[in-house]
């Protein structure tokens, strides 16, 4: 009896810990207010009539039932030897969810080839025309087969590889910076390879998987590594050696993200195959991300042939190791060759002392030049107005601080911008770091105007100038 009383409580605790955690889900996917676009690329040839049931069962519960709300857009492409806008919706209501799922019923597995390059041809075609400004954007192909083009098509090779046409078709997919899945279907599937060269993420499913292994292996469609800002690249030392700083950023993810990092290819415009660089990174790197953290990975590069004059637009794609990556994973960036002082750096002390003279003679002279004096009204809360000197050549400052924004010799709280003064008056420059705005054109003399600062929360200060 005792032990029928403590399954029956094992039992309770089951029930209320699921039940928990689906409320959980769903809370999270109710929290979503920013809408999204999603493209799914869909492999519809003969070699898929086993397993479409359960791909239209995934898309229609997991996509359209779970993820998308009201004001995301779907875009659904079938292809085999064709590609064949098969969705082309921005979702609306429940009704529109009905007839989603509906068409995504409709979709049979009855074409011959498997043409992968001309389906993300007719994805970009449709991108181009659907112009939904800085929305995320999200791309899952789910495939069962190797890269098979029919013999009229660019894409076709005889052996079935990836030809010189759809690694460039690749390049321009990697730049727009989608988050990239690609789920293949059977340890047969070249999927995996088709992820390498779209540097996208990739599982694997069993050849006649589920709805529900299918919806497993996809994971978190929403979470995605990003790339923060621009990257930055180090001049190239005289030993060819380089750094590449990326910083990234953990976001829709639940738990924390390892990235490995196992090449770096570096191409050149212009120059011929001998002079590219396969693969430059010195050795590969690991790094882990927490939930919604920002980290900056640091890449050691190696050149072994160095340009002769700086390059505008090196041409660097990111290949990972492992099914986590981050995008975009292609950068166009500039090389910087070896300067002249890393020629001549013995020049270095001598230039040293010399510009120390200069700056010496410089301060001297600008110290001796005339001060400019002037009052500034600060409408920030309570008015306050007062009284301040500026010597040429010389700054204060304006901070941020808990009784709103003053004016200061010194550094006091956060910098917002700098006042300096010359022979033709006062000047005022934003720091480039703070997200604080001017209305309008700064003018080149603030005296006798009034600028008017916008804070981070949009909230105004107002700066009046009087010159004494």
Known sequence: MKTNKYLSEIKKVILLTVVSLVLVSTAM????????????????SLSMVEEIGEVQKYVNDAIVNKLLIPGDYLLVINFYGEALIHIDKTIRNDQDK?????????ILA?????????????????????????????LLLITDGIQEAPPESKYYSPDGSFN????ENTKTIQKKGWKIHILGIGTSSAAREIARELSGEYTQVTEEPSAEEIEQAAGELLGRIEVQGTPRISRIKKDGSFILTIPLKNEGYTEEKTVHVDAVELSIPGASAGEQEINVLTAPVSITIPVEDEI?????????????????????????????????????LALRVPGFLSTYWWLIPVALAVLLLIGLLLSKVLS?????????????????????????????????????????????????GK????????????????????????????LGQVLEIIKPDKKKAILRFEKE
């Open 296 to 332: 900056t990975l640091v890449l050691p590069l190696t050149l072994k042939n160095i340009p002769e004059d700086d390059v505008p637009e090196g041409q660097i794609v990111i290949r990972f190791k492992g099914d986590t990556v981050f995008s975009p994973a292609y950068f166009e």
């Open 164 to 167: 010189h046409f759809f690694l």
């Open 98 to 106: 009905a007839v989603l799922r509906g068409k995504i019923g409709e």
């Open 29 to 44: 996917g109710d929290e979503r207010t920013e809408n999204i676009d999603v493209f799914l690329v869909l492999d519809k």
């Open 419 to 446: 006042f300096h003064a010359d022979k033709q008056g006062l000047h005022f420059q934003l720091e480039e770091a703070v997200k604080y705005t001017v209305k309008g054109a700064v003018p080149a003399n603030i």
């Open 110 to 138: 009855d074409g011959r080839f498997t043409d992968i390059g001309n389906a993300l041809d007719a994805l970009k075609q449709a991108v181009d025309t659907h112009d939904s400004g800085d929305r995320r954007r999200y």
């Open 368 to 416: 001796s030049g005339k001060a400019v004096s002037f009052n500034c009204e600060i409408e920030d809360g309570p008015v306050r107005k007062k009284h301040y000197t500026v010597k040429s050549g010389h700054s204060i400052l304006l901070c941020s601080g808990i009784m709103g924004l003053g004016i200061h010799e010194h550094k006091t709280g956060e910098v917002v």
